[in-house]
């Protein structure tokens, strides 16, 4: 049922912040899962909006996060866990697409029931969608971080991969947040993109850092069965494995040069502007995750929404996903890390010591230059990371 306004829905115990000092922090996610059109590569679960669903959908949000009615249904421990939470992560999809008074509502509550005063607020905006008024509007919700959909900062790349503006309108949307007081700004790139070279990667790299981004994020992109690039995989010209490993060195070389330190496989950033929120997931921290599509880890449980809007609407329960934060799940999110797997880290989050088998392990010959390992932690070397799955698999499979 549409809803013509934003009110919302009644309450008999709405949820309020219980504090418990002794516990970390958590995260909140919230997925909005509208795109205007579908990138020739992505594999994510996106709709196109019509406004009676994306008035609904919102409702619908602001209903869960106020009383936590279906997520209790599945686990409900749930009324009665410190929710108090330290990072806000509105994801999608394209939140942007769905303007700011509703991101500030959303924004609003989460403030009001489970935020800190100094909670990372961070809303993923695509530079199509993103306007002076749409930053004004979220700046004055609290929001004080902007992820943006980049890609590339070269037009012919950003075309081929279906961006609908060029590198000109990136550049607009990052001045528009600053002028609005968000300065704290993360820019999405990809590796491994058809005739990308690393010259033109590192060109990418420089347009984030003159714009002034404190964060990038670089995925390499992959081929998805059922997306358009994935039939098209023959005549698509992508970088060759060895290509790929040589554009990805010398990004990661290039970006740490301009002072973005890398601190996970994928993540970049100037000291101190690591995503907090995004840090939770590689340490399974627990997070809460409202929305279709979106995942979430509590109390040792995992859980997620369908992916499908109509579901969530229509108020269905999550799905469980079975057992979360295990031992080998924790090894296994904490090698993604530049930091790695620390002995007093896994000692501190288990109560025991990290198997002597996995050091063992780390120490063959086999790893030698893909992994390094010390007295304080095991890590995996920047080339490690190019084959991360495949010895993280190897490597702490007595957890399994
Ligand atoms: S904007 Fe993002 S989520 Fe939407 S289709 Fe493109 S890549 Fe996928």
Same mark, same amino acid.
């Given at each position: 049922?549409?809803?013509?306004?934003?009110?919302?829905?009644?309450?008999?115990?709405?949820?309020?912040?219980?504090?418990?000092?002794?516990?970390?922090?958590?995260?909140?996610?919230?997925?909005?899962?509208?795109?205007?059109?579908?990138?020739?590569?992505?594999?994510?679960?996106?709709?196109?909006?019509?406004?009676?669903?994306?008035?609904?959908?919102?409702?619908?949000?602001?209903?869960?996060?106020?009383?936590?009615?279906?997520?209790?249904?599945?686990?409900? %421990?749930?009324?009665?866990?410190?929710?108090?939470?330290?990072?806000?992560?509105?994801?999608?999809?394209?939140?942007?697409?769905?303007?700011?008074?509703?991101?500030?509502?959303?924004?609003?509550?989460?403030?009001?029931?489970?935020?800190?005063?100094?909670?990372?607020?961070?809303?993923?905006?695509?530079?199509?969608?993103?306007?002076?008024?749409?930053?004004?509007?979220?700046?004055?919700?609290?929001?004080?971080?902007?992820?943006?959909?980049?890609?590339?900062?070269?037009?012919?790349?950003?075309?081929?991969?279906?961006?609908?503006?060029?590198?000109?309108?990136?550049?607009?949307?990052?001045?528009?947040?600053?002028?609005?007081?968000? %300065?704290?700004?993360?820019?999405?790139?990809?590796?491994?993109?058809?005739?990308?070279?690393?010259?033109?990667?590192?060109?990418?790299?420089?347009?984030?850092?003159?714009?002034?981004?404190?964060?990038?994020?670089?995925?390499?992109?992959?081929?998805?069965?059922?997306?358009?690039?994935?039939?098209?995989?023959?005549?698509?010209?992508?970088?060759?494995? %060895?290509?790929?490993?040589?554009?990805?060195?010398?990004?990661?070389?290039?970006?740490?040069?301009?002072?973005?330190?890398?601190?996970?496989?994928?993540?970049?950033?100037?000291?101190?502007?690591?995503?907090?929120?995004?840090?939770?997931?590689?340490?399974?921290?627990?997070?809460?995750?409202?929305?279709?599509?979106?995942?979430?880890?509590?109390?040792?449980?995992?859980?997620?929404?369908?992916?499908?809007?109509? %579901?969530?609407?229509?108020?269905?329960?999550?799905?469980?996903?079975?057992?979360?934060?295990?031992?080998?799940?924790?090894?296994?999110?904490?090698?993604?890390?530049?930091?790695?797997?620390?002995?007093?880290?896994?000692?501190?989050?288990?109560?025991?010591?990290?198997?002597?088998?996995?050091?063992?392990?780390?120490?063959?010959?086999?790893?030698?230059?893909?992994?390094?390992?010390?007295?304080?932690?095991?890590?995996?070397?920047?080339?490690?990371?190019?084959?991360?799955?495949?010895?993280?698999?190897?490597?702490?499979?007595?957890?399994?």
């Amino acid at each position: 049922m549409p809803h013509a306004q934003w009110v919302l829905p009644p309450s008999s115990s709405p949820r309020r912040l219980q504090l418990n000092m002794n516990k970390a922090l958590k995260g909140i996610y919230i997925h909005i899962p509208f795109c205007e059109s579908k990138c020739p590569y992505c594999d994510f679960y996106s709709t196109a909006p019509s406004p009676e669903a994306v008035e609904s959908y919102v409702y619908a949000v602001l209903s869960e996060l106020e009383n936590l009615e279906r997520t209790a249904e599945i686990y409900p %421990d749930i009324k009665n866990a410190d929710l108090k939470s330290d990072t806000l992560y509105i994801g999608g999809g394209t939140p942007s697409l769905i303007g700011g008074e509703r991101l500030s509502r959303i924004v609003r509550l989460c403030r009001e029931l489970y935020l800190t005063a100094d909670a990372e607020i961070t809303v993923e905006c695509n530079p199509h969608s993103s306007s002076s008024e749409l930053f004004e509007a979220l700046a004055k919700a609290g929001v004080n971080r902007i992820s943006l959909g980049m890609q590339s900062a070269n037009d012919t790349e950003r075309k081929l991969l279906g961006r609908r503006s060029g590198a000109d309108a990136v550049l607009k949307a990052v001045n528009a947040a600053k002028s609005c007081g968000i %300065d704290n700004i993360s820019l999405d790139l990809m590796l491994g993109i058809p005739n990308q070279s690393a010259e033109s990667l590192k060109r990418s790299v420089d347009f984030c850092a003159h714009a002034g981004a404190k964060h990038i994020s670089a995925y390499i992109l992959s081929l998805e069965e059922g997306t358009p690039f994935f039939k098209l995989r023959d005549s698509l010209k992508l970088p060759d494995e %060895d290509e790929t490993c040589e554009i990805y060195m010398e990004a990661c070389e290039y970006a740490e040069s301009l002072g973005y330190g890398q601190y996970e496989i994928s993540n970049f950033a100037l000291p101190g502007f690591e995503s907090r929120h995004n840090l939770k997931y590689w340490s399974c921290e627990e997070y809460l995750g409202i929305g279709s599509a979106s995942h979430s880890l509590f109390g040792s449980h995992r859980w997620f929404f369908s992916r499908s809007v109509d %579901d969530f609407i229509n108020k269905m329960p999550p799905v469980p996903d079975g057992e979360g934060d295990t031992e080998y799940e924790y090894a296994m999110l904490r090698l993604r890390l530049k930091d790695g797997l620390t002995y007093e880290g896994f000692r501190k989050h288990f109560g025991h010591e990290l198997p002597a088998r996995i050091s063992e392990k780390s120490q063959s010959k086999v790893y030698r230059g893909l992994v390094e390992a010390d007295t304080v932690r095991i890590a995996l070397t920047r080339k490690g990371f190019l084959v991360s799955n495949a010895i993280i698999g190897d490597l702490i499979d007595c957890l399994y």
